[in-house]
């Protein structure tokens, strides 16, 4: 294990930036002594502070950098490679510091490449061998797409995001999509499959073909054969080829510090929003244009309330743990939430918004938050 200072020091971090990381959801220590509160780092975390610190450098937004530490982690280096070249388009041509740092990783990267393609090819073979098929009710099957179907992608230079994300282990499927600035994750209860796990990305188009099948009947068959994808539903089928990119591994993505919880009535909520003020944001993301932002803060009675567009700017507590995220983004989480109560969850003003049902904890949305500048 290392320690704080040792990590800051062999990773090119300081230790408050290290301190910012852990509470932001993205290095999080491997251990906290319970009673000093001080933190502990396992040795294979070195790498990922060193990555995290030349592409703070570069000047990649965190919602970024979630998904790169995400893709590292799973030597998902088709995934790396994506983000890296969609990153380096939007910089201007005089970050020629941030170029120097991005060919470091190019390097790195390639290093990486030849130890995992015969892994690939292996499960490539695998994963042909044998057709995976499992049923579902066409009921969950279709509350799940609804979940998660606002938050794909669309961006041209992340193919590998724009889709959604079918995860076949067990008993269960689970549904995930995401845009970098928000991730939605969804669950349905499956029977019929054997062997390991199964993973595919279905195009947005054919998810839809899917959705649209799934209009009664007792159960539906869902069937991956390689590089292909089937939903049967009663006589009624489609089916079409997954897209030939990995996803990032979700799993690491959700795995967050718990934050305040607050069940909400999600009418009386989204009113709020609609109505209540309103923040323009300076350093506009997504796309780089400017977004309407809502300001919230939980109050000492344990609510959340919409807080107005000025911020008195006179730097109190309650300021400070304002979190200000997407509007359009949190009412279309509200929607797909489709419960009369949810429940929000707000951590440090930089770590994601959760929105989670009371009654499913497999269904939840992670809005990312954006920067309050006072």
């Known amino acids: 294990m290392r320690s704080i200072g040792e990590m800051a020091r062999d990773g090119g971090l300081s230790v408050s930036a290290l301190r910012f990381y852990d509470r932001a959801g993205v290095l999080v220590p491997a251990w906290v002594d319970p009673v000093s509160g001080y933190r502990w780092y396992e040795q294979e975390q070195l790498e990922e502070a060193t990555l995290l610190a030349r592409l703070r450098r570069a000047g990649m937004p965190l919602a970024d950098i979630r998904l790169v530490l995400a893709g590292w982690a799973g030597a998902d280096t088709e995934l790396v490679r994506g983000l890296l070249e969609a990153h380096l388009r939007r910089l201007e041509l005089g970050l020629s510091d941030a170029r120097g740092e991005f060919s470091t990783l190019r390097a790195l990267l390639d290093r990486r490449e030849n130890p995992m393609a015969s892994l690939r090819t292996a499960a490539a073979t695998t994963a042909a061998a044998a057709a995976t098929r499992v049923s579902t009710s066409p009921l969950e099957l279709a509350a799940a797409l609804d979940t998660v179907r606002f938050a794909a992608g669309s961006d041209p230079e992340l193919p590998m995001l724009a889709g959604i994300f079918f995860d076949v282990e067990g008993d269960g499927l689970r549904l995930v999509a995401t845009d970098r600035y928000r991730m939605a994750v969804a669950r349905a209860h499956t029977t019929g499959h054997v062997g390991s796990r199964t993973q ?42 997954v897209i030939g990119h990995e996803f990032p591994d979700y799993r690491r993505l959700v795995n967050l510090p718990a934050g305040r919880r607050v069940r909400i009535d999600t009418a009386a909520f989204r009113a709020a929003l609609e109505n209540g003020p309103v923040r323009t944001s300076e350093a506009g993301e997504p796309d780089g244009e400017p977004q309407d932002l809502s300001v919230l803060r939980m109050t000492e009675d344990g609510n959340v309330v919409v807080c107005d567009d000025g911020a008195d700017g006179d730097g109190s507590a309650d300021e400070r743990d304002d979190v200000g995220v997407n509007r359009e983004f949190l009412l279309h989480a509200l929607a797909a939430g489709a419960r009369d109560e949810l429940v929000l969850e707000l951590g440090a003003p930089t770590a994601p918004l959760a929105i989670r049902r009371p009654d499913d904890e497999d269904a939840f949305s992670l809005l990312m938050p954006v920067r309050l500048e006072n």
């Open 200 to 241: 595919v990305l279905v195009p947005l188009p054919l998810a839809d073909a899917m959705r649209a099948l799934l209009t009664g009947g007792e159960t539906v068959n869902l069937v991956v054969d390689g590089d292909r994808v089937m939903l049967e539903a009663g006589e009624r089928q489609t089916a079409g080829q």
